[in-house]
C-alpha cells in the first residue's frame, strides 16, 4: 500500500490525483436473491505499449513504427492530457490502477489491454486476494 500512496502523492505535484468516481448500475431482476449476488469489474488498462513517451522503455521488441512513435513523443496519441510524462509513467500509473482494481472489492474482474500482467497485475492480485 505504501507504493500505491507514494504514487498518488508523485501525481499530486502536477494537481489533483484522486480517483475517478465511478457510478454503480446494479443490475436488478424481480425475485432476485441478494445473498447470491455478485460484482463484477471490467478495466482497460491501456496498456503501456499504447501510451509510452520518449523516456520509456517498451514492453515490445522495437519495430520501425514504435521507434516513429517514440520519436514523435506521442504517448498513444494522447495529446491534450495535461503532463503526460506523469499520467502515462507506468511505474507511477500501474499503483494507482491497482488502487481503482482494489477499491471495488470486486468478485470477478476482467482487465483489457494488459501487457504487464504476468510481471505485475497477477501478483499483485494474488497478494491482496
Not at 82 to 100: E, G, M, S, T, V
Amino acid at each position: 500500500m505504501q507504493r500505491i500512496f507514494q504514487a498518488e502523492k508523485n501525481q499530486s505535484n502536477y494537481g489533483r490525483s484522486d480517483l475517478f468516481q465511478r457510478e454503480w448500475l446494479p443490475a436488478e431482476e424481480k425475485g432476485t436473491n441478494l445473498d447470491k449476488s455478485f460484482t463484477v469489474l471490467q478495466f482497460n488498462v491501456l496498456a503501456e505499449g499504447l501510451s509510452f513517451g520518449p523516456d520509456a522503455r517498451s514492453p515490445f521488441t522495437p519495430t520501425k513504427r514504435l521507434k516513429e512513435l517514440k520519436a514523435k513523443n506521442t504517448y498513444g496519441g494522447f495529446t491534450s492530457v495535461k503532463h503526460p510524462q506523469i499520467c502515462f509513467n507506468y511505474q507511477l500509473r500501474r499503483w494507482r490502477l491497482l488502487q481503482a482494481i482494489l477499491y471495488v472489492d470486486a468478485d470477478i474482474i476482467g482487465l483489457e489491454e494488459v501487457d504487464r500482467f504476468h510481471g505485475f497485475f497477477l501478483p499483485m492480485l494474488k497478494k491482496f486476494g
